[in-house]
């Protein structure tokens, strides 16, 4: 039968356990706001693809994946359309918002979309307050780069304003996922030619939803998007996040 000790230790043991599995799978919501990189795509535009859409694929059961990314928004854009407010709502303890904007910020020559530096930390700072507030953990992105090379050399696209969401994630002391340099270096790793499979780049007539062709070193294809999810899904598991647990395991 066990000495008394040896019972009580049995007890523990599988009240931890139960403890423990409680914990993780309670339910969840993950929110991404940000712009067109990020966001869901209408069918019309397939196969143009945000990093958001092959995200929310990795997760198991006991997540949600609410993806509120929007084209051409900027930080500005996004609380003055009221996008960010019904999220505030919604909000619960043990949610995530990962928030990537930056892109359409940083347009000057577009002046609906245009935030200044000052402002654009001001707004990042408050995406941040409003999650902590409701016991939520924002995870601050910089904007995924753009496909740009010099001499077989990928170039930063984006050097300001990710230099500002570096700076409020040290000042705020949250998770950080440093995407502008992840994904400047996968595309270093495919070279100037090979990147172009990550974009969406299409010949005239070999899509039917782009007749005269593209040639779009912003927004991501299918295999993009997945390879840019992927660089999250591992800085998720490298900052040690509660929610890498919540991740599928490869089948074997």
Known sequence: MGSPLFRCLVVFGLICLSAFKTESSTKITVYLIGDSTMSVKEKKAYPETGWGMPFATFFDTTVVVDNRAKNGRSTRTFLSENRWQPIVDQLQEGDYVFIQFGHNDESKEKVDRYTTPAEYKKNLSQFIADSQ???????????????????????????????????????????????????????????????????????????????????????????????IAQLVLAEIKNLKLELANRIIKPSK
């Open 133 to 227: 507030q409701k016991k939520a953990t924002p995870v601050l992105l910089t904007p995924v780069s753009r496909r740009k090379f010099k001499d077989g050399i990928a170039q930063e696209t984006h050097m300001e304003y990710s230099d500002l969401v570096r700076q409020v994630a040290k000042e705020k002391n949250v998770p950080f996922i440093d995407l502008d340099k992840k994904s400047l270096e996968l595309l270093q790793k495919f070279g100037e030619e090979k990147s172009k499979l990550l974009f969406l780049q299409l010949a005239a007539d070999e899509h039917p939803n782009y007749p005269e062709g593209k040639n779009d070193n912003t927004h991501f294809n299918e295999l993009g998007a997945r390879e």
